[in-house]
């Protein structure tokens, strides 16, 4: 290899590893399906230099593993499903220095019929997807990183803009009421990863929603940030919060020409191009 040059951050791995696990019990059954992705960082200068692939873990037996923990795991979550995947990478790859693990959760909600959940079916919900990235070095602490996304959501009431910069390339009029549309994203970071993180989640999740429609809102940017506030004061555990929330617009549609009044009730729905809201939120020391 010519001295001009160096091997400088690298990392390689197995992603969209498919997974469903249903645990059957007595009572009936729990079933999760994730979209997982591994991640390894460690010695592979000369695999890259040299093409000596002896300290290469191969993909396809990244993709074994996952299923091979899943099989034996007793975790409830998808942050506990994925520290246990890295301590056995880990332990089984000293050449590996950190091993990095991120996990989708495509969202089933179990049946209700007669009124009541059924014990063992279920149905696809939203586009929403739980998330985690979990990350942990030889001998370090794991580092937890957990979150959501495309979670759509509208306001159809208490939400306006107005008071914003107006020249000549101005087009957009101010409204004190308007449809508030979003695909709401967010992640969070832990300040442990001794949690119950299915709990935790559903406190900020449903902290985030609660403020979203109670919230009345002069601007996506003041509505993201109370929901960040709420996020972080319903979990102590959380140390900072980051949210994305594009603009899915709602277009006002003009009946006048047709000789009918619109009073705010019409729209045609878009999202291209959108505005792109996003911040992140932290404890002060």
Known sequence: MSSRFQLAENRYGKTRVRLVKVTRHAHGNDMFEWNVRVLLRGDFETAHTEGDNSKILATDTMKNTVYY??????????????????????????????VEVHIESVLWKRLTVDGKPHPDSFMRGSDEHQTTTVERAQNGEFAVTSGLADLVIMKTANSAFTGYIKESLTSLKETTDRLFATSLS?????????????????????????????????????????????????????????????????????????????????????DEPSGFIQATVKRTA
């Open 69 to 98: 923990i899943a099989g034996r795991s007793k975790a409830t979550s998808m942050e506990g499903y994925a520290k246990e995947l890295i301590d056995f990478l880990l332990s089984r790859n000293p050449q590996v220095s950190s």
């Open 186 to 270: 967010a992640s969070w970071s832990y300040m442990s990863d001794d949690f119950n993180f299915n709990a935790e989640r559903t406190k900020l999740r449903e902290a985030m929603l609660k403020t979203f429609a109670g919230h009345t809102s002069l601007s996506v940017q003041q509505t993201l940030y109370a929901m960040a506030e709420s996020a972080l004061e319903a979990v102590p555990s959380v140390s900072e919060i980051e949210l994305t929330m594009p603009n899915k617009h709602c277009i006002l549609i003009d009946l006048a020409r047709f000789g009918q009044e619109n009073p705010n009730e019409i729209f045609v729905p878009t």
